[in-house]
Structure formats: C-alpha cells, structure tokens
C-alpha cells in the first residue's frame, strides 16, 4: 500500500450539473428533482446541482433555479452551482439561499478556453479573481476548476507549471478547493500520479480535486494514480453521465457507481452506498430511455459469498 493512499475519500456527485448538460435529452425537471433527491439519500454531502449560463448556450439546465427550489435533500448536502462570469454569478446570487458552494472555471488551453467561453484565459482570470472575492463575501464556499489541465485536443501537452500557476492564483483570490479536470480524457495514470504529487506539494491548505473523464477508458486508473499520490478529493457523474460540449464527442465522466465500487474494495472509505448510488443510476437510465455505460450499472456490486461453514 502507498504511504500517501488516504484511507478516506470525499466524493462530490457532478451528473446533475456537468452529466445533465451534454445528455441529448432535455430532462424534465420532475424528473431531475427525482433523481438529485435519489442521490441525496446516498449519503453524498457534495453534490453539484445547477449552472447559471444562458439557457440558449445550455438549454439542457435551463431550469436551475425551480430544481434548486424544489429538490429535497438531507440539511447536511452542500450544493454547489457553477457561475462562467459575473452576469452568471449576478443571476446566482438572487437566490443565494438555494446554494452553499460556487464553482468559477477557467481552461488552461488558450485555445480550449476561447472556443468554450469566448474570452482569452487572462480576461476569464481577471473576471474569476473579482467573482471569487464576491463569492467569499457573501459567506459562500469558493471552488476553482481549471479544464484541460492534463492535456487539450488543441494544443497539446499542457505544461504541468502553467497549470500550477493558475491554480496558486485562484488560491490567492481566495479559492478553498481547486479542482483539475481531464476535460477530453487525455491523462494517463503515470501522468496523473506525478501531477497529483506536484499539486498537493505547490497548494498546501488547498483542497486539490481530481476530475477524469473515462472517455478513453482510463478513468478508475487514473483515479487510482490520484489516490495513491494523496488526493483524497474526487468528482465523478451517476451512470457515467455527461462529459465536455466542447469538443464534440468528449464523453464520458467517470461513474460515481465504478468510483465507489473500486475505493470501497479496497477499503477507502467514502461514507456513501454503492447500492443506492446504482439504484439511482438505474432511474437515471429509465428517464433517458437508453442503456447507460457504468460497469456497476450492469454487473452490480462485488458480492462475496460467505465462507462455508
């Protein structure tokens, strides 16, 4: 065993926000209040909820604000929205009661970030370093993500620095986590475990977050990677839902149900079900009307059998 493997992991669950937004579907809002409440009763005390774009750029969470209204989860949940500029944290903040935690992002690709949001990386950081003030005054939890930080379709190879460097910035605006996204799934699990150990090393105090995409299939491995550098904090999607609009055809969030299956075996804890996690997969897969990806899903938890008498 590593002598860096935390023994205790902190999951938060994205499909409602991030697996939501890149379904073809545009779920009913019933049906997603239906689905959050499922996981709210998984144990999970993260979950992102909503994102304040312009319904037109994502019509999918065009109803944010009734399913932050309407859902009903244990006290004990902190929900997380996610803001892509001070207009969309203007529109949050009028229902600033809904929400305990605000996501501000920003791509370490040039060319990702322009193509996703429009704006060159340092205008979206001079935004995202005022928004981060905003959100810390008003007694709101601040977490930073930073897309493409393994790698971009674009450009390439991503210097492990230049990542850093974004990340101590949001961590001197005010930032309490900082989350690292395998946007497109390029990371690798060799890659992963060296970026992790750098990370934790350069943002002590920091919660340091690790999101991979498994669209090319390296997923649990590279979370793996993460774990056993130290990272004891991870976000992943019910079902495998979701993935990154752009470019097209960058799918695939990690499973919250294959995440879980794998620590729980080997004995990290992460204070959630698993078989109430795959029931809600499951529903998740009812309302979209298609077999869904996660290996959980369909083979169910590990079951052991008991050792004859």
């Not at 006290?75 to 935690?101: C, I, Q, T, W, Y």
């Not at 669209?215 to 130290?230: I, W």
């Not at 204070?271 to 979209?288: D, H, N, Y």
Request: hydrophobic share 40%; aromatic share 6%; net charge negative.
């Amino acid at each position: 065993m590593s002598t860096h493997r935390p023994d205790r992991v902190h999951i938060r669950e994205v499909g409602p926000r991030d697996g939501f937004q890149n379904e073809p579907e545009r779920i009913a809002t019933d049906n997603k209040v239906r689905l959050i409440n499922a996981l709210g009763r998984a144990g999970f005390k993260r979950i992102e909820v909503a994102s304040f774009v312009r319904p037109d750029v994502i019509p999918q969470l065009a109803d944010g604000v009734q399913v932050l209204e309407r859902i009903d989860v244990p006290d004990d949940v902190s929900l997380m929205v996610l803001v892509p500029n001070s207009k969309g944290l203007d529109n949050a903040l009028k229902v600033r009661h809904l929400f305990h935690e605000v996501a501000v992002f920003v791509s370490a690709s040039e060319t990702h970030n322009k193509k996703n949001v429009n704006r060159t990386v340092d205008e979206t950081m001079a935004d995202n370093d005022v928004m981060v003030g905003r959100i810390r005054a008003e007694g709101l939890r601040c977490a930073a993500v930073i897309a493409t930080s393994f790698g971009c379709p674009y450009e390439g190879r991503i210097e492990l620095k230049r990542v850093l460097d974004i990340a101590e910035r949001f961590a001197e605006a005010g930032a309490t986590e900082v989350g690292f996204g395998d946007t497109t799934g390029m990371a690798n699990p060799a890659y992963a475990g060296e970026f992790f150990t750098a990370a934790l090393e350069r943002l002590p105090g920091v919660e340091v977050t690790a999101h991979f995409h498994n669209t090319r299939g390296q997923g649990l491995a590279n979370a793996f990677a993460a774990l056993e550098a130290g990272c004891s904090s991870f976000e992943s999607s019910f079902g495998e839902l979701g993935g990154c609009p752009v470019p097209a055809g960058s799918t695939g969030n990690i499973a919250t149900e294959d995440l879980v299956s794998m620590f729980h075996e080997m004995g990290v804890a992460t204070g959630l079900s698993l078989p109430a996690i795959i029931e809600a997969a499951r529903e998740a897969q009812s309302v979209l009307g298609r077999t869904l990806t996660s290996h959980s899903l369909i083979a169910g938890p590990v079951n052991w059998p008991s050792s004859a008498a």
